[in-house]
């Protein structure tokens, strides 16, 4: 039961959707996972006002895999806003292959939900570009009295995973200076790492969120998997600015991950 004002999201990610229903990954399922994920949030009966949807829906970038994807979410009774990740086609998902279109700033009562884009093309690692920090910093500037949340692809501090972290965003201090100049970011919520991971950054707590698939495995070195549960994010937003979330795992279900990828 949402309390009276409170903003309730959920947070997906990094679903990896292929070009077809029967797609594996790490000998995950990966259209089959995001499905059970959709249908966990619905049998829950959770109101949410949005589902944030923050990149790598797609393995490969490809036109069928987003088709699939809003197969899914057609009938879905959350709205959702989505961004790209580093296994994403921008273009591709701006051109109507994905049924919602991109939106970057939302208003949810007092709340301001925003996305940004890291994804650099050709590249896994993130960055934002200067018209991303431009919005940004415009964006906090316009409305000092609003508590914003963040939402975005690759995280901007390490996690703990050698590999990972040589992938985040590439001129985090940038984005650092904006956030704290502005003092009404309240929290980020990042996806990319296949993991929970939380920590303090810019005088705000981040967040990381689980897959839709599979798992990295946390403090790793080197690319490594673990036999975690596919997961999600819920998120609430109250309207003094408080922020409580937590997340949430499929269980019961079969999930057995191929431990002899070498790399994604």
Known sequence: MIAHGVRHLVQISDLHVGETRQHRLAGICTYDSFSKILA???????????????????????????????????????????????????????????????????????????????????????????????????????????????????????????????????????????????????????GHVHQEFSAQWAGCPVYTTPSTCFQFAAESEGFAMSDGMPGYRWIDLHPDGRIKTGVRHLTDIEHRVDHALAGY
């Open 40 to 190: 966990d949030i619905s049998a829950r009966g959770d109101y949410a006002d949005m589902m944030m949807v923050t990149g790598d829906v797609a393995a490969e970038g490809k036109h069928s895999a987003y088709r699939l994807f809003s197969e899914q979410v057609r009938f879905f009774e959350i709205p959702y806003a989505w961004l790209p990740g580093n296994h994403d086609d921008f273009a591709v998902m701006q051109s109507g292959f994905i049924s919602s279109p991109y939106w970057p700033l939302l208003e949810l009562g007092h709340w301001r939900v925003l996305s940004l884009n890291t994804a650099v093309p050709g590249q896994v690692g993130g960055r934002l570009e200067p018209e991303e920090l431009a919005f940004l910093e415009q964006s906090l500037r316009a409305e000092p009295e609003s508590p914003f949340v963040i939402f975005m692809h690759h995280p901007p501090m390490p996690v703990g995973c050698d590999w990972l972290d040589k992938q985040r965003i590439s001129n985090a201090d940038d984005f650092e200076g904006i956030v704290r100049a502005a003092g009404n970011v309240k929290a980020l919520f990042t």
